[in-house]
């Protein structure tokens, strides 16, 4: 059964867009293979629980299967499965301030996506395209639709399922790049790239990640413009004095060896289609025409090329340039921008 993505992208308001792929994958119950609740106790997270041991609910700490407990290891419930059940691999793990070791992969892949709904970690056919979209700093989930667990969608800040009883977790072969960015304005900037033609980064990438990866419970200071600023890892946060800003952590995408396997199971009969947001709201494929050097089909091969890079185009004699990491066509000239989107 054919499922299809559908991606949503975070600009500096918040707002969403949608992108649309195809997909395949397997099943889901509500109960872990062992007939035992995979749930956490709320008696116990309240502070007590009557049947103890005896309990069929998890007593862990509810909001580190989340992977999102503010308490991290000074918190007063359990953070390993114990109590009524078998908790096996947390979500927690998958947090993105989250370092622990998962199995590696040894059949060539670079990495595997899975989901559990109870029966077992399956694998998600075609999971390239769930890779490249979570390598892009500015893509926060996907939805996938039509699987047998309904519409299922990735938050892909904790890598967790939004309101489902079903786990994801992303596997690899322990040689991913990982990348940092920072929110400038309205885009994602690389740390060590330059945010402007005259003004770069003093920090690299692949400084603040070991530092990640001694301690990601830590932070990563630096001086800049006569002022310290800290990369707090809990918070994925850059302070300074005056302001705070937004970090984010993403693999660098690696096109996976063995994904023409999968490669007949796609819809290949349709398309992306590339759109602008014109005035009042309204989208417009992009199209071609008397005066404008571009269209739909151009901007999908340059993006398949290269999903962060940009591209220069006319209109009227007038210069643009989409920018795929920030999702925005800009007027050279003007400096006026909009979005666009990938449908």
Same mark, same amino acid.
């Given at each position: 059964? =054919?499922?299809?993505y559908s991606s949503f992208d975070e600009d500096s308001?918040?707002?969403?867009?949608?992108?649309?792929?195809?997909?395949?994958?397997?099943?889901?119950?509500d109960v872990s293979s062992q007939g035992q609740n995979t749930e956490p106790c709320k008696y116990y997270n309240k502070g007590h629980c009557k049947n103890g041991r005896a309990c069929s609910y998890l007593h862990i700490c509810k909001y580190f299967v989340k992977g999102n407990c503010r308490y991290g290891s000074k918190c007063r419930l359990n953070h390993s499965g114990v109590g009524g059940g078998s908790f096996g691999k947390s979500q927690a793990q998958n947090h993105p301030t989250s370092c622990k070791k998962v199995p590696k992969l040894t059949d060539g892949r670079c990495y595997q996506w899975q989901l559990d709904g109870g029966n077992g970690w399956k694998?998600?056919?075609?999971?390239?395209?769930?890779?490249?979209?979570?390598?892009?700093?500015?893509?926060?989930?996907i939805k996938i639709y039509n699987t047998p667990y309904g519409a299922v969608s990735i938050d892909f800040k904790r890598i967790t399922v939004y309101g489902k009883k079903v786990k994801v977790r992303r596997l690899d072969?322990?040689?991913?790049?990982?990348?940092?960015?920072c929110i400038l304005g309205r885009k994602w900037v690389k740390y060590g790239e330059k945010s402007s033609p005259t003004k770069s980064s003093p920090v690299q990438s692949s400084d603040i990640e070991k530092k990640f990866q001694s301690?990601?419970?830590?932070?990563?200071?630096?001086?800049?413009?006569?002022?310290?600023?800290?990369i707090r890892f809990r918070d994925m946060c850059q302070v300074?004095?005056?302001?705070?800003?937004?970090?984010?952590?993403?693999?660098?995408?690696?096109?996976q060896q063995r994904q023409s396997v999968s490669l007949p199971q796609l819809n290949l009969g349709s398309k992306p289609k590339w759109e602008f947001e014109g005035d009042g709201g309204r989208w417009h494929i992009f199209k071609?025409? =008397?005066?404008?050097?571009?269209?739909?089909?151009?901007i999908e091969k340059k993006y398949q090329k290269n999903p962060?890079?940009?591209?220069?185009?006319?209109?009227?004699?007038?210069?643009?340039?989409?920018?795929?990491?920030?999702?925005?066509?800009?007027?050279?000239?003007?400096?006026?921008?909009?979005?666009?989107?990938?449908?």
């Open positions: 059964m =054919a499922s299809a308001n918040g707002s969403d867009y949608e992108l649309s792929f195809s997909d395949q994958h397997s099943s889901e119950s694998d998600i056919e075609n999971d390239h395209i769930l890779e490249a979209q979570y390598s892009l700093p500015h893509t926060k989930s072969d322990g040689n991913t790049v990982w990348v940092w960015y301690n990601p419970s830590s932070s990563f200071s630096f001086d800049i413009g006569g002022q310290t600023l800290e300074g004095q005056r302001r705070k800003r937004k970090v984010i952590r993403r693999p660098l995408f690696r096109q071609s025409r =008397a005066g404008v050097s571009i269209d739909s089909d151009e962060k890079d940009r591209m220069n185009f006319k209109v009227q004699g007038q210069d643009y340039q989409l920018d795929f990491g920030a999702m925005i066509q800009t007027n050279l000239k003007t400096k006026k921008t909009r979005k666009i989107r990938r449908v």
